[in-house]
């Protein structure tokens, strides 16, 4: 491989953006293709066992051949709601994890680019905020403000557009309380209990980088049981 | 879901090639039986053996790097090996988890 194609690949893993590596074992060749791009004659032939690839989100040699594909998916988008300390930490443990992290907190001084170097930070309410973020079923959302008047209309919109995972801060009776809220804005009990609240999984720490963890946990599970 | 961990092996192999060290990229691209590390799976190594990230999780990567040397030496752009289950004997390279897989290791220049 040149080392110019690596410098490509670095560039199109961070930019996020679908793309595999196609590489003929026998004498070493190589190029990045994007599905629905064009392929070079070298790879032609193979491009729909290509994108079965990209189908399967799988990695491998192609049968009978000696082409290897390693596919780059887009990575999971994470949303969290308040850039509180526990933030901070979840951001560390999701640096060496393959999320897209974007920050939500209309609280200027929250949500601060000191204190979230290098990261998505929307300043504004979640409403406004959600306009800039194009969100479906492969989205989480992570909930943290335990203030209702921001986390809920985030868990609204998370439950509206079928997040994979919901996750809300804050303890048993706060929790009630917010599903008492939902209720009373017109959602059904499984959409309700589909929100993970208490947030995490019982690790049994209470500092932030201990519910960091146990929240980060409960995300990576909830992704590999989709 | 896939949602593959993002461990900076390409990243760290740009920082050593801009450091002008030579750079061999190795990387699992088939497995059979139970493999300690899935396909995709990547370690860097440069001239004098210095090696980062992992193709097995301990068992074959001492070997790997010395084939990683042999292609600097010898000059060579690419090559695939295969490992397969270990015997008893101590210290013989191979996958003590009864797997097997292949590795491919390319020269980036």
Redo the contacts between chains.
Sequence with gaps: MKHSQLKEIIKKKASKIEFAIVTNLENGLSEIYEPGKSLSKEFEIHKEQIDNFFKLKKNGVIENTEIFIETYIRPIKVIIVGAVHIAQYLVDFAKSLNFEISIIDPRGYFASEQRFPDMKIINKWPDEAFKEIETNGNCALIALTHDPKIDDPALQHALNKKFYYIGALGSKKTHENRCQRLKEAGFNSDQINSINGPIGIKLGGRSAPEIALSIIAQLVSETYKK | ????????I??E??DW?NANQKVV?A?V??TWGSSPR???SRMIVNETGDFSGSVSGGCVESAVVRECIGLIKDNK??K?IEFKVSNESAWEVGLACGGEIAV?L????
């Design positions: 879901m896939k949602n593959s961990f993002d461990e900076k390409l990243e192999a740009n090639l990229l990387t691209i088939q899935q396909v995709g752009p690419c695939k491919y390319e020269q980036i220049n």
